[in-house]
């Protein structure tokens, strides 16, 4: 079975940079046809795609976000990862890992870890 | 980018009752819309994707119907287990994905 983990720390100061990775359990990330992403949800409020990757590296953003995000992968790791520059207490929020099929749908997600902005 | 809208932003029902959600897109999506539930604590769970078809393990009281503008997603008769916020995401010409605001089926 499929399982996404995300890590990181749950507290960043206002202007540093966010910094999650998502590790890939129960399957390859270089699989192909599917593409790794990061969905992120303020507390209490609605889901937001930040963006998306394909195993060899081809990467899809957020326009609201896109200058600030940046997402890699390491297949050798079988993990993600997000960097979200310039932050504010705005992005604070619960983020997902999701696995994306062609078709755009989330069909596995991590189980989320919270990020909070403050100094 | 296409804004998804999402009707009511909650529903009282009771368990046995039917439930029926909306989503309108800002512009035509064709069938490239899916459905999510949440329950609080927890991540989104797939139920529907491509309008109507419901993902693996998903009950059949959960069912999707619409296409371009205008989606319902209907679940027959509530269980309790049913109550929880539902998503609508659209991935037309994607990026970006776009999520609606949620619909919050309560007791």
């Known amino acids: 079975q499929l399982q996404l983990q995300e890590s990181g720390p749950g507290l960043v100061k206002p202007s540093e940079t966010l910094s999650l990775t998502c590790t890939v359990s129960?399957?390859?990330?270089?699989?192909?046809?599917?593409?790794w992403g990061w969905i992120r949800q303020p507390p209490g409020k609605g889901l937001e795609w930040i963006g998306s990757?394909?195993?060899?590296?081809?990467?899809y953003y957020n326009p609201s976000l896109k200058s600030r995000v940046t997402i890699s992968v390491d297949t050798s790791k079988n993990q993600i990862s997000l960097n979200l520059n310039s932050v504010t207490a705005a992005d604070t929020a619960i983020h997902y890992c999701?696995?994306?099929?062609?078709?755009?749908?989330?069909?596995?997600w991590g189980r989320g870890t919270l990020v909070t902005v403050s100094s | 980018e296409i804004v998804l809208t999402q009707s009511p932003a909650t529903l009282s029902l009771s368990p046995g009752e039917r439930a029926t959600l909306s989503c309108r897109a800002s512009?035509?999506?064709?069938?490239?819309l899916v459905w999510y539930q949440q329950k609080p604590g927890q991540a989104p769970r797939l139920l529907i994707y491509?309008?109507?078809n419901r993902a693996t393990g998903i009950p059949a009281r959960f069912s999707g119907s619409g296409s371009g503008t205008d989606f319902t997603l209907t679940i027959s008769s509530l269980e309790p287990e049913d109550f929880a916020v539902y998503y609508c995401?659209?991935?037309?010409?994607?990026?970006?994905?776009?999520f609606g605001g949620g619909t919050k089926v309560e007791i």
């Open positions: 512009q035509s999506v064709s069938s490239s």
């Open positions: 990757i394909y195993y060899s590296g081809s990467t």
């Open positions: 999701a696995r994306l099929t062609p078709s755009g749908r989330s069909d596995y």
């Open positions: 995401q659209q991935r037309n010409n994607w990026p970006p994905l776009t």
């Open positions: 129960g399957g390859s990330i270089s699989s192909s046809n599917y593409y």
């Open positions: 491509d309008a109507s």
